[in-house]
């Protein structure tokens, strides 16, 4: 049976776990051709075995345009395209904003802004010159504000700015862009966060559970699912969005 993805390949920035390896493996499911790009080389080419098409596991550090066009330079050579990138890598460096220092505010801003500026850049070439493109960023509930974490706020939210405004700029080449805004979902990050504040794990998943309309919190796979809808052909009425995956109608 045809996947609505036969023929695309998608790149995938930190597919080495959590909503990245979901997505790596949801979209090739579906039938893209699949790179998983991660500071984790082994992990990056863990996440692509086993795929039901074919992977590739990159390594690249995505502060350095010098890398991510090496990464990208070699996922256009195997696969001869790209025509979806989910930029998904990131990283969190909370604290009070009176506390924060210089490097806990740039390492959170390059990661997420520019490190996706650097990669979709990159990406784009390939997706104007086949006049086809699904350009996904993800951001996240955080953006609309959240105690200690400016730097994370307010570098998401930039990332929504940046989807509206690639999304005009992209739209007459049959591209689009479009971000997915995660609630509370069970990762790596979202676990070492609370083990960090010396939170309970239980007790914070029963309150989120509680707070949100469909009694869980989410997983990898939930999101997965909404990038894997934007990645599709279905997807191209649908750009400059940005829609909140919280289990709730309240963000």
């Given at each position: ?67 991510v066009k090496h990464a990208v330079d070699e996922a256009v050579g195997r696969f001869g ?171």
């Amino acid at each position: 049976m045809a996947g609505k993805l036969d023929g695309r390949v998608a790149l995938v920035t930190g597919g080495a776990q959590g909503i990245g390896a979901a997505t790596v493996r949801r979209l090739s499911e579906d039938g893209a051709n699949v790179i998983a790009l991660d500071l984790d080389a082994a992990g990056a080419k863990k996440a692509v075995e086993g795929l039901p098409t074919e992977g590739l596991g990159v390594a690249a550090d995505i502060t350095s345009r010098a890398e991510v066009k090496h990464a990208v330079d070699e996922a256009v050579g195997r696969f001869g395209k790209i025509d979806i990138v989910v930029n998904n890598a990131g990283v969190t460096r909370d604290g009070l904003f009176y506390k924060m220092g210089d490097d806990d505010w740039d390492l959170v801003l390059a990661t997420h802004l520019t490190g996706s500026f650097y990669v979709t850049q990159a990406a784009s070439e390939s997706m104007v010159k086949n006049k086809f493109g699904r350009i996904i960023f993800l951001s996240s509930r955080s953006a609309l504000g959240n105690r200690g974490q400016a730097n994370y706020s307010a570098a998401k939210a930039g990332l929504q700015g940046l989807a509206r405004t690639l999304a005009i700029e992209f739209g007459p080449y049959g591209i689009t862009a479009n971000c997915v805004a995660p609630g509370f979902v069970e990762t790596a990050m979202t676990k070492a966060i609370t083990e960090k504040t010396g939170g309970s794990w239980d007790d914070l998943v029963a309150a989120a559970s509680e707070r949100a309309a469909v009694k869980r919190i989410g997983q990898p796979e939930d999101i997965a699912a909404v990038i894997a809808f934007l990645a599709s052909p279905e997807s191209g009425f649908v750009t400059g969005q940005t829609i909140y995956a919280t289990g709730s109608p309240a963000v």
